[in-house]
């Protein structure tokens, strides 16, 4: 069952008998703004951490514990020019308890979201100023965990012309800091009457069963504002590139390529098996010439992003193979659009995508995802069979002209003295 409930609020239900557990998924979902990045963020926070009727976190875990220790958690994400705001909360299934906990929980996240833990009309102040101070405190742990900063360094560079892309789908401590905790009660209410809303509800559960538990929710009809959520930034005509010195054992060198893609379609499922033979999975020629034959890395890797046509490759490496390393790495790209690999290779590469999704249909965090790209990706193939043979469909010169549309845009090095 797909269906809107109203204009802009849509509801989602998977019957199946194939957990034995029952998932809610609700997803807030707007344009892609940094103006509201961070704030999203500290929003999450203090909406997993109480409510008006939960007033404090032992209060809320206590009656978790009591649901048979159902799971509760609020997170951001960002997929190409949407941001969302994910609310989990996973319950025994009732075939298993001696009370019906759906309707529950069901109650539970209707009194987190739309009751939160408000003094003087905005949010407890105590509460605001703790979950400010614990974000601000991680974003400034990032800075000391080198991998993720050269992960985000080569993003912010990519991405340098258009500030929304540029920083991390879950802010910045230069926009956390002039937050007052009126400032996010206005946009507590500016998210709840205007982002697009989209409930998934997967388990053994009845279609008009859960239609009926949701149907008192306090969710008014808004305009549908969601762009395409596609993102495509046109290449720059030279590398950006950027050195950055610190303390450190080990050094950081990512790139960042723009890729051809078309959001599921063929020249996407190309992409997806040219990115994993040419540094996505234990197979790739990342992994086995540059990390096992030449040993110059002590990790190499790539990653896809098609939602913002971009490829990350990451590495941890000794500063002074950096030229050689940056060669290597180029080297295996161009094998890949030159078709030096073997049949075989090329078949194992598209049998290890296959062996991971299929896997991931015995996962419910998979499948309500998938349920949720599949409403904002009407190509996005809906079952394993069809993924499996738009994978099969993938030949040779697919994945030759799929690689050579991977062009370098970004390099990023993280460098220094080892420390004492």
Known sequence: MQKEIKPGVWLIVLPTTQFKTTRINVQFLTPLRRATITKRTLLTSLLETNSKQYPTQAAMAAHLEALYGANFSIGVAREGRLHRIGVTMSTVDDRFTDQPLLPQAVAFLRSVLFAPNFQNDQFDQVTFDREKENLDHYLASLDDDRQ???????????FGVDP????PSFGTREDLAPLTAADLTDYYHQLMSQDQVIITVLGDVQEQQVEELFADWPLAARARTMPAIAFDLPPHPEVLTQTKTVVAQQAKFDLAYHITTDLMGPKYTAALVAEELFGGSSLSLLFTNVREK???AYY??????????????QTGIEGKAHDQVADLIQQQLAAVVNGDFSDKLLQSVKDGILDHQRAAYDSPRFLTNQALYQLLVPDAPQDFESFARRIQAVDRQAVQEAAAGMKLQATYFLTGEESE
């Open 300 to 313: 190499a890797s790539s990653m896809l992003d098609a939602f913002r046509g971009l490829m990350l490759v």
């Open 148 to 158: 993720t900063q050269a992960a985000l360094g080569v993003q912010r560079l990519y």
């Open 164 to 167: 929304d892309q540029a920083i």
């Open 294 to 296: 030449a040993s110059l």
